[in-house]
């Protein structure tokens, strides 16, 4: 379940259960304040009753006064009202007067009531001292059986079973619209972010337009895009370095043969040895001598230099054949041949990419690929156009890609290290002969292009590394 559900569903559980608290208390109330009225009703009836049975006793004497009890006990037929002698007292008040000394000090025209819970409901009996020609003379006694009277607390339940609906409706439908706007979107944005930055993309900082923790938390997910963007920059530049190294030795190897024809031709022109048209030609010859250095030496800096993503429109294809024409000198040392499969001169191999980047991925690919072959063999490159679907989503469905295979002959990648290739500073290498990132920094590169790369590798047969990326326009 998603946060504003979750949030909601807290908010409206909790307020049910205060007004069911409420709803509680309300109940217990009602009662009590029904109770409270029956016992006022008593008390009001029988201090009346006392002080219209004293005035006619004084007047009419006793038949008119027990005429007015009996009349009362018509008109209140609820009530049970009768006359209560002297010698009857203890027997019908005695839990209100418990002996004839309270009875006879009991204040005249003040009642006294009392209550008593049963199963079957509720028993309010009072009792009041009537006093006449100046002596005790009895006593008025009302009783009430009152059955439960279930219609207050269904009232107060149904008025709490609808405010509570009301409530409960109203603090979702508040809850899940101010969730949305408040917690929802933001969380949905930060969410996206956080995959965005997963596959490698740390392009577009993530603008909240509230000031709080969520803002505060896109703040820091753009910052650390920042940083982590310069350091996969460095990591990518930092393994550009370590290829050169590894490139160093091929290209001492192939500046000795010009060097040598310079030198020759030098001595020789410095001796005398040659006429003025031999002259001429060994000037020419030192010059292509020199070129050809130059030019081995332009490539090698252009690899190792620094520079920002530009992508551009590029024919993959001569691209490839630069990158491997670089190492050609590298793989010879190694006793490898490198072959790069020709492609139909009217096939479009465009695509917009970073040259500078791409050639360093197929240098890494190349590389490894001569590397995993420490007996010679041949490296096979080619390009061509597939259809293809992207990993993992299999809805965009299939659709055209240029793919960069580069296959050698090597021991393959053992299954349980396949999962773990393209990671950070993972290597099965020797010390000294890896650092881990050619493969993790060119995965990064692909991806920024909107491709992936593929591998199938079985063991004493070689690898396959195949590089998607979308194809363009070439102008």
């Known amino acids: 379940m998603k946060l504003v559900p979750k949030l909601t569903l807290a908010l409206v559980t909790a307020m049910c259960g205060v007004l069911a608290i409420n709803a509680f208390f309300r109940v217990r109330r009602e009662i009590a304040y029904n109770e409270a009225d029956r016992v006022r009703d008593h008390e009001m009836v029988a201090r009346a009753l006392g002080a ?10 006793r038949a008119a006064a027990l005429r007015v009890i009996d009349a009362g006990d018509t008109h209140f037929s609820r009530m049970a009202i009768r006359w209560v002698e002297v010698p009857e007292v203890q027997k019908a008040c005695g839990d209100i007067w418990p002996d004839a000394t309270a009875f006879a000090t009991a204040p005249a025209g003040r009642a006294t009531t009392q209550k008593a819970h049963r199963a079957e409901g509720m028993r309010v009996h009072t009792c009041l001292a009537v006093d006449a020609s100046g002596s005790r003379q009895g006593a008025i006694e009302l009783t009430e059986k009152v059955a439960k009277d279930r219609q207050p607390v269904w009232i107060a339940v149904r008025d709490a079973s609808i405010t509570a609906i009301a409530i409960a409706s109203v603090s979702a439908l508040l809850s899940l619209l101010f969730g949305v706007w408040l917690v929802g979107r933001p969380v949905t944005a930060l969410v996206d972010k956080a995959r965005r930055i997963g596959h490698g993309d740390f392009s577009g900082p993530l603008r909240l337009p509230q000031s709080d ?26 393994d ?14 192939e500046l000795g043969t010009p060097l040598n024809v310079i030198s020759a031709r030098a001595a020789m022109i410095a001796k005398g040895e040659t006429t003025n048209g031999e002259a001429v030609e060994c000037a020419r010859i030192i010059g292509n001598s020199a070129k050809r250095m130059t030019n081995i030496i332009r490539q090698l800096l252009e690899f190792a230099r620094k520079k920002g993503a530009q992508k551009a429109p590029r024919d993959v294809h001569s691209l490839v054949t630069e990158a491997v024409e670089l190492l050609r000198p590298l793989s010879e040392k190694h006793a490898v041949s490198l072959v790069v499969d020709p492609i139909p001169e009217d096939l479009d191999m465009a695509a917009a990419v970073d040259s500078a980047q791409l050639e360093q991925v197929v240098t890494n690919l190349v590389m490894n690929a001569i590397q995993a072959m420490p007996d010679g063999g041949t490296v096979r490159v080619g390009v061509s156009r597939e259809s293809a679907a992207p990993p993992g989503r299999p809805d965009d469905g299939r659709s055209s890609f240029l793919c960069i295979r580069v296959s050698d002959q090597g021991k393959g990648i053992e299954p349980e290290h396949l999962p773990h290739i393209f990671e950070p500073f993972y290597t099965t290498k020797e010390i000294g002969e890896g650092t881990g990132l050619g493969l993790s920094v060119s995965y990064g590169i692909i991806q920024e292009h909107g491709g992936w790369i593929a591998v199938d590798s079985q063991a004493q047969r070689g690898s396959t590394f195949a590089v998607f990326v979308p194809p363009g326009d070439a102008r």
């Open 52 to 61: 219209a049975v004293s005035a006619v006793w004084h007047s009419e004497g």
């Open 240 to 253: 550009r370095l370590t290829t050169v190294g590894k490139l160093a030795s091929g290209v001492a190897h």
């Open 213 to 238: 923790e969520f803002a505060v938390l896109a703040k820091e997910m753009n910052a650390m895009c920042n940083r982590l963007s310069s350091t996969v920059d460095q990591l990518r530049h930092a």
